[in-house]
């Protein structure tokens, strides 16, 4: 069986290479753990079914949001991108980070498998696995030490 301590070190590893070899962003654990997504924000979701059961979420503000778009299709942060590109691009860092998670946990179970990603738009939005009890590890990231945001992982199940 996996222990939370080591999906914390898994999902944070995984954002960081999703995020410095596709992105070309640093991602660093945020070392206040009271600073929060504020304001609008995007909610890109994957879910996961097999051994585990649950989904991975990436949450972020809508400048954040905005600036991940920029760098994914290799334009300019003052340019203007469509909201469509801006949920794509998250739901795409969603799927990214999901794929880098599930080749790190394969050595545990490659009876995994991947759903599309969804991706919402809100304010204080979050995700569940519905009735039950789920496993949640939460990792507050700062992204180019200017955007907060949030990886978590919801799951269910033992190895």
Same mark, same amino acid.
């Given at each position: /069986?996996?222990e939370?301590i080591?999906f914390?070190e898994i999902l944070? @590893?995984s954002?960081?290479e999703?995020?410095?070899?596709?992105i070309?962003m640093d991602?660093?654990?945020?070392? %206040?753990?009271?600073q929060k997504?504020?304001?609008? #924000?995007?909610?890109g #979701?994957?879910t996961f079914?097999? %051994?585990?059961?649950?989904?991975l979420v990436?949450?972020c503000?809508?400048?954040? *949001?905005?600036?991940?778009?920029a760098?994914?299709?290799? /334009?300019d942060?003052?340019?203007? &991108?469509? =909201?469509?590109?801006? +949920?794509d691009?998250?739901g795409e860092?969603?799927?990214?980070?999901m794929g880098?998670l599930?080749?790190r946990i394969? =050595? !545990?179970?490659d009876?995994? +498998?991947?759903? &599309?990603?969804?991706v &919402?738009? @809100? =304010?204080?939005?979050?995700?569940?696995?519905g009735?039950g009890? *789920?496993?949640?590890? #939460?990792?507050?990231? /700062?992204?180019?030490?200017? !955007?907060?945001?949030?990886f +978590?992982?919801?799951?269910k @199940?033992?190895?």
């Amino acid at each position: /069986m996996i222990e939370q301590i080591c999906f914390n070190e898994i999902l944070l @590893g995984s954002a960081k290479e999703v995020f410095e070899t596709m992105i070309f962003m640093d991602v660093e654990e945020c070392s %206040d753990s009271d600073q929060k997504v504020e304001g609008d #924000s995007i909610l890109g #979701s994957i879910t996961f079914k097999g %051994d585990i059961n649950g989904c991975l979420v990436i949450c972020c503000n809508q400048t954040c *949001a905005k600036i991940i778009a920029a760098n994914m299709l290799g /334009m300019d942060a003052e340019d203007t &991108i469509n =909201k469509e590109d801006i +949920y794509d691009a998250i739901g795409e860092v969603a799927n990214m980070v999901m794929g880098s998670l599930k080749s790190r946990i394969h =050595k !545990y179970s490659d009876n995994i +498998y991947v759903s &599309i990603p969804i991706v &919402i738009n @809100g =304010k204080e939005i979050e995700t569940n696995l519905g009735e039950g009890t *789920a496993q949640k590890v #939460s990792i507050k990231v /700062m992204i180019d030490s200017e !955007y907060i945001a949030e990886f +978590y992982l919801l799951y269910k @199940g033992d190895f």
